[in-house]
């Protein structure tokens, strides 16, 4: 109604976004992600229930996706260097990387709100970070009345008061839009290769996307777009679906 409420409830949100960073990051080293991927093996980390319930749901899809979403990739990642440009790992540095990665490995006692480490695995929130934090904002905001939109790039959410016009990019031309519709709900993500997948060794394209099955980087020359209520959903199967082809 007025710029005052509105930079009053963006400030909101934004900190609930903050919060949610301050938990998942794997970039923070004082996040509580990053204090897991840190336990000593078979030791147990208590966790703020808002995690506790989230990794409940990550493990809830990881078994719903037969592990094509598995979150506990973190080494293959690092072996793949992911995040530093890209690398072809030797055929040893891969087997031990897929050797330390798996949701399996992680165990969750719900009751006591903590969880544990099996083996030396680090789990990754690439694929479930965007949509926990949108899902977050939305409970904070549900009793507020007007219509708002975040756009985190690879996802978007709405309130559901207003449509919202949204256009989808072309998998492999990201500047031309393949469909534009109205988003009056909920949230879509898209997972796909045009923006972050990498080229290496003159033409070999490296995946920023793990397929868990055989720790290889996933490239297609498509995208996958999901819509659900939850953003969490949307964000965990826009990935699953990606890895299945």
């Known amino acids: 109604p007025d710029r005052e409420s509105g930079l009053n409830r963006l400030d909101r949100m934004v900190r609930v976004i903050e919060e949610t960073e301050a938990e998942l990051s794997t970039w923070q080293h004082d996040s509580v992600l990053s204090a897991l991927n840190r336990q000593p093996i078979a030791t147990w980390l208590p966790l703020p229930n808002s995690v506790c319930v989230l990794l409940e749901q990550v493990a809830t899809w990881y078994r719903r996706t037969n592990g094509r979403f598995d979150p506990a990739v973190g080494r293959l990642i690092e072996a793949w260097s992911l995040r530093d440009g890209g690398h072809h790992p030797s055929s040893d540095i891969l087997v031990t990387a897929k050797a330390r990665s798996g949701f399996g490995h992680i165990s969750l006692d719900p ?84 923006e972050r997948d990498v080229f290496i060794d003159g033409n070999l394209r490296i995946g920023h996307v793990i397929d868990p099955r055989n720790g290889m980087p996933v490239s297609r020359s498509i995208s996958v777009t999901v819509w659900h209520q939850d953003a969490l959903a949307a964000d965990i199967l826009s990935t699953a679906l990606y890895v299945m082809g």
């Open 111 to 194: 009751a006591r709100c903590s969880a544990s480490r099996l083996a030396d695995v680090t789990i990754d929130a690439g694929g479930f970070g965007k949509g926990a934090a949108l899902d977050r904002v939305r409970r904070a905001e549900h009793a507020e009345s007007g219509a708002w939109m975040i756009d985190f790039g690879g996802q978007i959410a709405v309130s559901s008061e207003g449509d919202w016009p949204v256009a989808l990019a072309h998998p492999e031309l990201r500047d031309i839009p393949v469909v534009e519709f109205l988003l009056g709900e909920g949230s879509i993500a898209t997972t796909g290769g045009s």
